[in-house]
């Protein structure tokens, strides 16, 4: 069954642009907050998207929602939920503002023409109750045997507090490089979470108002808190990346070995602009 249309972004030439100041805080810190980067019809017209991707009717079908909440008693509901590549079925959200800003954003703060990159995106519900994720990289979660040149922008369709899962930063910690991460349960969940020391003290956290995002490193450690508020939390997060590179030794990263030991076999892929590239 065809996925139904919502037509193009309804403001889809509104432009921001990163300014010097902004571009040298990111290189400082690893992170970023936006006051802006996308209006408030845009928001609307996602989230009408979003909500069709996260709607229970499509639970079991390709291309719905996967359930991250890790290890569930039987019947307990998701407490977090990803659903991937929604430009795949939605390609309309690539000629979106939001997206164009993100990548003007991620060109200047990587330092990089903006011709060269290519996103892929992912959308999160965290219902009431929903857990935190875990300090984490998010390079920790990709492909050894690629070398990644990449940042997330990470995008609330409302106003995000702290207590409903606003993202978290450790400023500077870009810096170190990939860390040893762990499974926090069976490596077949993929639930990671740092494995070497840091100060969490440290941490700043960026609650937006409805339009405003973040962007961070790949190698910035970053957080969410549980949601214990009343309403659930839609992010739509999105990667920008340069073309990887494959390693002639691919880094070591024992916990991505123990999760593909208990999952079938995959091909080296990595996706660009809603297309699946083969390595």
Known sequence: MAEPRYGLSPTPNFRVEPTADEIAFFRDNGFLAVERLTTDEELAWLERIFDHIFDPARAGRPGAPLDRSGALAEGEPSRLSQAFFPEMAFPEIMHSAFRNNAKRYAAALLEVDEARLTSWGHMIRKPPGG????????????????????????????????????????????????????????????????????????????????????????????????NTTGRERKAFPTEFQLTPVRRKTPADMPWMEEHRARIPPQPLTYVADGKVVLV
């Open 131 to 226: 857990r935190e994720v875990a300090w984490h990289q998010d390079k920790a979660y990709w492909q050894p045997e690629l070398d990644y040149h990449a940042l997330g922008v990470w995008l609330p369709l409302h106003d995000v507090s702290v207590e409903m899962g606003a993202m978290q930063f450790l400023p500077g910690s870009h810096r170190r490089g990939l860390l040893r991460h762990r499974h926090l349960e069976d490596p077949i969940h993929n639930l990671l979470a740092a494995d070497e020391p840091f100060d969490a003290s440290q941490a700043v956290a960026c609650p937006l108002k409805a339009g405003g995002a973040t962007f961070h490193s790949s190698q910035t450690l970053h957080y969410t808190a549980p």
